[in-house]
């Protein structure tokens, strides 16, 4: 058992298990334009690792099954699959809620030549990546590309998204868990002030996530030779308080290939799902994976510390 599966037990032994499945993650691929420092997917423009479009018709027939109430979307860049589209038309032709996730200058590349559009006549939500409310916050996570950011979210402003019923834009927000931090509510304040504000560009929620020490973030951390204080960092501010919300408990992840993890970051680590439960998107069985044991590991520590994350 993994240290957070013994504070996990010591807490609250029914939180080890999931409770139901309400979001279906779909991780399309890993080709980014972008190579952030805090990736947990390690995703670059160089990656190859892409969904195909059979891969995806399986995954629309199981999100037929279990109904879940989002199927989200992700990558890498999901834009730069080029079959996303005809996923995000499938899902939302048989009626489910489907959200996809964006780092924003995706938006503005060749491959995502009229999606804005497509997004906001499927009426499928967005949850923007926003490292930074300034260019030096953003480029330190990053790349020196604020402005297209920038005007990626514009728009998607300019679509209706975050100002029409219908058309959700939630931004997510990355934080180290070792920076001197503000509290939530004063970086969701920030971000508010500087996007709607000064910009004119409203949104509907915020998400603040904490970096997970896993792929990309894993390697700066020992870089910096700072893993094992992060992880300490992490430990310390454990709060049981958060583990009814921890995402693996009402999700689970389909990678690229059709294999079934727990969650992206399990995804990125390399940490199967638990013995004896389906492992594959083809075998998908809702009854048993709705109760699975959780496989928790040392990076999970992020989901729970403090407020817990995003
Ligand atoms: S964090 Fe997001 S934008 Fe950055 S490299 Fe990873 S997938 Fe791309
Ligand atoms: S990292 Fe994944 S498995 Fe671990 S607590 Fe977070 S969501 Fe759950």
Redesign the pocket.
């Known amino acids: 058992m993994s240290a957070?599966a013994r504070a996990v037990h010591e807490s609250d032994p029914s939180a080890l298990r999931a409770v139901r499945i309400e979001t279906l993650m779909v991780n399309v691929g890993l080709r980014c334009d972008q190579a952030c420092a805090h990736c947990h997917q390690s995703c670059s423009p160089r990656r190859t690792e892409r969904m195909s479009a059979d891969m995806m018709e399986v995954v629309a027939s199981v999100a037929d099954d279990v109904r879940p109430r989002l199927v989200d979307i992700t990558g890498g860049a999901p834009e730069l699959n080029p079959d996303t589209r005809h996923l995000l038309a499938r899902l939302r032709g048989s009626g489910h809620p489907v959200r996809l996730r964006t780092n924003l200058t995706a938006l503005l590349t060749p491959e995502a030549e009229g999606l804005i559009s497509t997004l906001a006549d499927l009426r499928v939500s967005v949850l923007a990546s926003l490292p930074g409310a300034s260019e030096a916050e953003f480029a330190a996570e990053r790349a020196p590309v604020f402005a297209q950011a920038r005007e990626g979210l514009q728009r998607l402003s300019d679509a209706g998204y975050g100002r029409d019923r219908g058309l959700r834009l939630d931004l997510a927000v990355n934080r180290r868990a070792d920076e001197p931090g503000q509290s939530d509510s004063a970086i969701k304040e920030r971000f508010r002030s500087e996007l709607t504000g000064r910009l004119g560009i409203p949104f509907d929620e915020m998400v603040i996530i904490t970096n997970?020490a896993v792929g990309r973030f894993h390697e700066r951390l020992e870089r910096e030779r700072s893993l094992d204080a992060y992880l300490l960092r992490l430990r310390e501010s454990f709060n049981p308080e958060t583990l009814p919300r921890?995402?693996?408990r009402t999700c689970i992840d389909i990678a690229w290939d059709g294999t079934l993890w727990?969650?992206d970051?399990?995804l990125g680590r390399g940490v199967p799902l638990v013995e004896g439960v389906p492992r594959h998107v083809s075998e998908f069985d809702l009854a048993v994976l709705e109760s699975r044991p959780?496989?928790?590991?040392e990076?999970?520590f992020?989901?729970?510390a403090s407020t817990g994350s995003g």
């Open positions: 957070f997970v921890l995402a693996c727990d969650c970051f399990n959780v496989r928790f590991a990076h999970c992020a989901c729970a």
